[in-house]
Structures are given as structure tokens and as C-alpha cells.
């Protein structure tokens, strides 16, 4: 079973950054899509970033130019941050997909505010 483990949440000022990291239990490139998603309270599930096996990127309009997404060469990912508005308050999960399976992380709460 795969395993992902978020990290790198908290509590942040309106114009602030941080960076999330998720963990997985094998190798990033055992799947064709990594990402990051989102969900705050009364708000649909959404996609903030993905990067696919080949290395294509796709970003949420709304984080466009504020937030990137990385991976390692072995087993991790980033999401970094930045101008970080309380609309981007939420909890945040890691996904990976293969043909064989979708894999979630439990998320990892961030919080905008002054």
C-alpha cells in the first residue's frame, strides 16, 4: 500500500510563504501524476498543482505565479508558497496516481491570516 505523508503547514501572515512537503512511500516516479490539492470549508475539492512523469506542469489560475510545485529525484515533493492570501487557508493534500491506483496523503492544514 502507498503511503504519503505531508508536512509543512501552519499558521502564516497575509503575504507570507511556506513550504509543504510531501513524503512517499516509493518512488515518485512509479506514478505519471503527482500533485497537490486543496479543500477549505463549504469549498469543493480543487487541484492547486501537478506535475506529470514527463515533467508537464499544471497550475490552479488562482496560484498561478504565487505557488510551484517540485519533486525529487527520489521520493518527495514540494509545494512552495508564496503571497500567501487567506483565501489560500485550507487543508492540502499530496496525490499520486498510477494506473493501478490514487493515492492520498491526510493533508496538512494552512492557515492565512494576520
Known amino acids: 500500500q502507498v503511503q504519503l505523508v505531508e508536512s509543512g503547514g501552519g499558521l502564516v501572515q497575509p503575504g507570507g510563504s511556506l513550504r509543504l512537503s510531501c513524503t512517499v512511500s516509493?518512488?515518485?516516479?512509479?506514478?505519471?501524476?503527482v500533485g497537490w490539492y486543496r479543500q477549505a470549508p463549504g469549498k469543493e475539492h480543487e487541484l492547486v498543482a501537478q506535475?506529470?512523469?514527463?515533467?508537464?506542469l499544471t497550475y490552479s489560475e488562482s496560484v498561478k505565479d504565487r505557488f510551484a510545485i517540485s519533486r525529487t529525484r527520489t521520493n518527495t515533493m514540494y509545494l512552495h508558497m508564496s503571497g500567501l492570501k487567506p483565501e489560500d487557508s485550507a487543508s492540502y493534500s499530496c496525490?499520486?496516481?498510477?494506473?493501478?491506483?490514487?493515492?492520498w496523503g491526510p493533508g496538512t492544514l494552512v492557515t492565512v491570516s494576520s
Open positions: 496525490n499520486v496516481r498510477s494506473f493501478n491506483g490514487n493515492y
Open positions: 516509493e518512488s515518485i516516479y512509479n506514478f505519471h501524476t
Open positions: 506535475i506529470s512523469q514527463g515533467g508537464r
